[in-house]
């Protein structure tokens, strides 16, 4: 019988601390790291020649909605391809529990819009099971998993199971509704959670329900949020996610300032994004943090650091929503749609809101796209009355034909019965500020919110990308600091207990791979794959480079190849 279950030979070990790399061998056994370096004391039952590639501790992605992917594809893709092997679940506030029988059809509608996951693949490909956060959590520990995950309070869950979902949406709960809100949130707590996650965007929120109305948790009263923080002041664990809209800036980060206070604990401020050429807004939300950090207030600022595009239809685009026009063009079934999108004041309207709202589009689509003038025709939906726009912005096809650019995005979806497709064009972005906001103590990377936007976002390459680009390509980042920030750092803002580093004794979550040939495959935006519940479709990027993913002292991945192999764990507590 062999010593060890897995020997990982002549690698170089990044072991996530910022300790130096340095070459040795790793030993691994019963899913935990037995040794590093040294002499081989023993034989293993499978060796991994390392040679030429690093060793270092499995990343940690801490903004993901995998919440109902995880059911259907233990491994969390695209995560799980790029050497993720923990995730956290209920970001923003959005999850599946608690919910009475009753709601689990609107529960899936909510995600249908704000996080565009498909309803049928969801319907198809979850086994409802449970009504309380203690059954949800039993029924997740009992799925096969190929990851590691961690789970917050859903507070929209939360607020429309104690409230319903009209009162939730339209006024503040009363004092009987918030104690009971704080009972259920212990009950959580006491069963696994790891704390709690607000999207909080206002009545005109970037991301809304399925039917155009806000989210609940967008609407959320500060008191609401407040009373839940005192479970995790009283209880002295837990942290919470929040993704914050600073419109009134001073207003809405004051607020952020309160929340650390009156929880006592972590909280992970979503999300902090440079810009190409301007550094003052990502330079005035770091500052805030380390003035909050100055205060003993514990706040991380989570940076959206991935270089991925938009491509998309207004069949299933949701990211205008904070424009009442857009939203009311874009709710509503196919055909609903359609009819909108012929009806001369709805566009009338759209078009005014696109250039009164010129400024909020502006700053938004930096992130999203581009602009419109520059998104790329990239599919016409085989109508050979388009072809002649493929590959041609909107701003060029205006400026010939003498419209809005808005009047061409709306008569091209038309024609194309909305299967036109639009592409943000890649503009390149600025590797100097990505690295000035990793040089901030505070700051994580990431943002990739992973399982959502599955038609026109493929933000779970972000740990190979960050590698490849800031590490290998521009030598921004060095390799010890990245992997301290892929790893260690969110590892410990998140609570997880011996996860995040390689140390003997800790958890065996280890990636393995070649820097030269690590790469985002294809680049820039991915390609179409047909591999959801539902007869339905996402856009991926795969991963290449990574020799071996190892979860839990398990291959999950070999070469790029899924071994079937489902060690993951629910983390109750952050701990396996």
């Keep these: 019988m062999a010593d060890y279950d897995i020997h990982i030979q002549g690698g170089t070990i990044v072991d996530g601390t910022r300790v130096p790399r340095y070459q040795g061998d790793l030993w691994i056994k019963e899913g935990s790291i037995a040794q590093i370096g040294g002499r081989n004391h023993g034989t293993a039952a499978q060796t991994i020649d390392a040679t030429g590639q690093i060793v270092a501790p499995g990343f940690v992605d801490l903004h993901t909605h995998y919440d109902a992917q995880i059911r259907w594809d233990p491994w969390c893709t695209i995560s799980g391809w790029h050497g993720v092997t923990s995730v956290v679940l209920g970001n923003c506030g959005f999850g599946f529990a608690p919910v009475k029988p009753d709601f689990r ?50 507070t929209a869950s939360l607020m429309t199971y104690v409230m319903g979902l009209e009162a939730a949406k339209t006024r503040p709960a009363n004092d009987v509704e918030r104690k009971e809100m704080q009972r259920l949130l212990h009950e ?35 008191d609401d949020i407040l009373s839940l923080a005192e479970v995790l ?28 206070e009156v929880s006592r604990r972590p909280i992970i401020h979503n999300a902090i994004a440079p810009l190409r050429r301007n550094p003052d807004p990502h330079r ?112 060029d096809i205006a400026a010939e034909e003498g419209k809005h650019v808005v009047e061409v995005m709306l008569d091209l979806s038309l024609e194309g019965d909305l299967n036109v497709e639009f592409l943000g064009p890649n503009k390149g972005s600025n590797a100097d500020f990505m690295a ?20 026109f976002f493929t933000g779970g390459a972000w740990s190979t990308d960050f590698l490849s680009w800031l590490v290998r390509d521009e030598g921004k980042i060095t390799l010890e600091e990245a992997h301290y920030r892929l790893s260690a750092l969110p590892a410990h803002a998140a609570g997880f207990r011996d996860r995040g580093v390689l140390r ?20 820039w935006i991915g ?42 764990q629910l983390l109750r507590h952050g701990r396996g």
């Excluded at 005035?284 to 938009?310: H, I, N, P």
């Design 105 to 154: 059809d609107r529960s899936m509608l909510t995600m249908t819009r704000t996080e565009a996951i498909p309803y049928e693949t969801m319907k198809q490909g979850m086994e409802w099971e449970w009504e309380t956060i203690p059954e949800y959590l039993d029924s997740l520990e009992a799925a096969a998993k190929g990851v590691n995950c961690i789970q917050y309070m859903p």
């Design 188 to 222: 959580g707590m006491d069963a696994g959670l790891c704390g709690f996650s607000i999207q909080r965007l206002g009545r005109n929120s970037t991301q809304a329900d399925y039917d155009g109305t806000p989210m609940v948790t967008d609407t959320m009263v500060d």
């Design 233 to 260: 002041a009283e209880r002295d664990e837990g942290f919470i996610q929040i993704t914050q809209a600073t419109g009134r800036i001073k207003r809405d980060l004051a607020f952020v300032e309160k929340l650390a």
């Design 284 to 395: 005035k939300s770091l500052a805030w943090v380390d003035r909050c950090r100055e205060r003993g207030l514990q706040v991380y600022g989570q940076c959206a650091t991935v270089r991925s595009g938009f491509a998309f239809t207004l069949e299933h685009w949701n990211l205008y929503d904070f424009s009442s026009a857009w939203r009311e063009l874009t709710t509503g079934t196919k055909e609903e749609k359609l009819a909108k999108m012929a009806d001369p004041e709805l566009r009338e309207d759209v078009i005014r809101q696109s250039d009164e709202k010129a400024a909020q589009f502006k700053v938004l689509q930096a992130g999203l796209g581009g602009a419109l003038p520059s998104l790329v025709i990239q599919g016409v939906n085989r109508e050979d009355s388009l072809q002649k726009y493929v590959g041609r912005s909107l701003g």
């Design 436 to 455: 000035e906001m990793m040089d901030n103590p505070y700051a994580l990377p990431g943002v990739s919110d992973g399982g959502a936007h599955t038609k």
């Design 504 to 523: 003997e004794g800790a958890a065996a979550d280890v990636v393995v791979y070649e820097m030269e040939e690590l790469a985002v495959d294809p680049e």
């Design 527 to 568: 390609e179409i794959a047909e591999d959801l519940p539902g007869d339905e479709w996402r856009r991926i990027q795969r991963a290449k480079g990574y020799s071996s993913i190892i979860v839990n002292g398990e291959v999950t991945f070999a070469d790029g190849e899924c071994t079937g192999a489902t060690p993951g």
